[in-house]
């Protein structure tokens, strides 16, 4: 009865999650504002300037528009640095099988990333071809939790909410799919991801079909 499923990008095809935590770490302890994995957490599929907000907020900084725009830019530049040096090794374990399998079912597949440099880390992964829709981050108005992101997949792939489903590694990715209306599958920590419809630990051996019985 689903007709598509759309991936988030980030902690859920590949790791770039690390790359942002390494990025951000950086700058925030340049602005000596403490950073460890805990924090970070809260910032996993928040976007770029919302990511930036947070950590200022934890600071008790607040700085013009034009630094923090400077600041943006540099976490993005280290960003950028790191996922140079990607390759087709990357991709998580159990993703391409999983995108595989999804076409095999007969569902449309979509990326559902606010990362602006979504497009950038598919070609370094080789994997573009895999989607049938690609979310531009640049067109989206409001990062997750909003449903934006989602709702936009759906409607180019010209299916219904209520017959996609979701793929998230960030809490706030869930709580999107669900506010798109959508069967949310959540990637990693059931507690973290409590609001999922269901946890798997990591793609690894993803069955969509025995999932969606239980
Ligand atoms: P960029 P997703 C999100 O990607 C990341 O989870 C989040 O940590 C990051 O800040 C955001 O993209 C923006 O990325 O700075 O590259 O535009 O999880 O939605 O694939
Ligand atoms: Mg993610």
């Known amino acids: 009865m689903y007709r598509a499923i759309i991936f988030d990008l980030d902690g859920v095809i590949t790791d770039t999650a690390r790359y942002h935590y390494l ?4 700058l925030a302890e340049g602005l000596g504002v403490p950073f460890d994995e805990a924090f970070n957490e809260g910032l996993k599929g928040v976007d770029r300037m919302g990511s930036l907000d947070l950590i200022l907020r934890r600071g008790g900084l607040d700085p013009d528009v034009a630094e923090r725009l400077r600041l943006a830019d540099q976490k993005n530049d280290d960003y950028r640095q790191l996922v140079a040096t990607m390759t087709r090794a990357d991709v998580l374990p159990g993703a391409l099988e999983a995108l595989e399998a999804a076409r095999g079912l007969g569902l449309k597949v979509g990326l559902a990333s606010v990362s602006k440099n979504a497009g950038t880390i598919l070609e370094r992964l080789e994997i573009t071809s895999f989607f049938d829709v690609v979310a531009d981050a640049n067109l989206i108005r409001r990062g997750k939790p909003d449903p934006e992101i989602f709702l936009t997949v759906a409607e180019q792939m010209g299916i219904a909410p209520a017959d996609c489903i979701g793929v998230e590694d960030a809490a706030v990715g869930v709580q ?10 959540g990637v990693g920590d059931p507690v973290i991801l409590a609001q999922a419809d269901r946890v798997v630990p990591s793609l690894v051996g993803f069955d969509l079909a025995a999932l969606l019985k239980t």
């Open 23 to 26: 990025a951000w770490k950086r």
């Open 176 to 185: 999107a799919i669900k506010s798109a209306g959508m069967l949310a599958i």
